[in-house]
């Protein structure tokens, strides 16, 4: 499986490797927040697996894309969500800027939703437990996760963290198309009919604006360790 799916690594100072009981840590977030990069440092700490479930759901919109469909049509989602490989996940056409949009648009479906539901349930079910990231981790896939965060930062960052990625990829696009492009979808992730993207109110807020990925892991560690009752 494709490492933005399932990242099970782990660092030489973390805690041995948690097998029993199950623990699943839930990371919410809008866009470019830092959730995924900070879920895979939690992975790598705890030694849990981690489940980027955006990256499923680009995976459905790239399929509709590429079938030559519109992401706006129920139909040819809904399809392309069933026919998904988790497997198969191409990371690198994933990331692309069109993928994204087309992305936000299906995860707004009813129909894709649900059929995408139990295939994230089923991995937080896995022995040991999980990290999954998403916008609806602690509010529908597992809200009886163990640690809760919601991960954001202010837009302007958000917006040149995004512009760096797609620049980084080669990719031709204003700062000021970023932004619009990352408010008009958070617009739509919050005000959905199902599963809107909002803080849990049992999950820890984390402000990532201005920190290093060091110190933001090091913030997330913390308020996990202390939900966990650990020193």
């Keep these: 499986m494709d490492a933005c799916v399932l990242d099970a690594h782990r660092m030489t100072s973390a805690p041995p490797p948690r097998k ?23 992975g790598a700490r705890y030694g849990l697996a981690v489940l980027d479930t955006g990256a499923i759901y680009r995976a459905v919109g ?15 989602a809904a399809a392309a969500a069933a026919a998904l490989d988790l497997a198969a996940i191409d990371d ?63 837009l302007a960052e958000r917006a040149a963290r995004r512009h760096a990625e797609l620049a980084g990829r080669g990719e031709s696009v204003t700062l000021a198309d970023v932004a619009a492009q990352i408010e008009a979808r958070d617009a739509r992730d919050a005000n959905r009919p199902v599963a ?23 913030r997330a560690f913390a308020i996990i360790d202390a939900v966990l009752g650990r020193p």
Excluded at 32 to 42: F, N
């Design 20 to 42: 029993s009981p199950r623990m699943i840590i839930a990371v919410d977030g809008p866009t470019a927040s830092g959730k995924g990069t900070l879920s895979r440092r939690i």
């Design 196 to 218: 809107p993207l909002r803080q849990a109110p049992d999950a820890h807020l984390l402000d990532t604006t201005g920190l290093p990925i060091e110190e933001a892991a090091a």
């Design 92 to 154: 690198v056409r994933i990331r692309a800027d069109r993928v994204g949009q087309a992305a936000s648009i299906v995860a707004a479906k009813p129909a894709v939703r649900a059929r995408l539901l139990e295939a994230q349930r089923a991995f937080a079910r896995r022995p040991g437990g999980a990290v999954l990231d998403g916008r609806d981790i602690a509010t529908v896939v597992c809200p009886d996760a163990d640690v809760k965060l919601f991960v954001t930062a202010a």
């Design 62 to 76: 790239l399929a509709v894309l590429d079938a030559g469909a519109d992401p706006s049509d129920d139909a040819a």
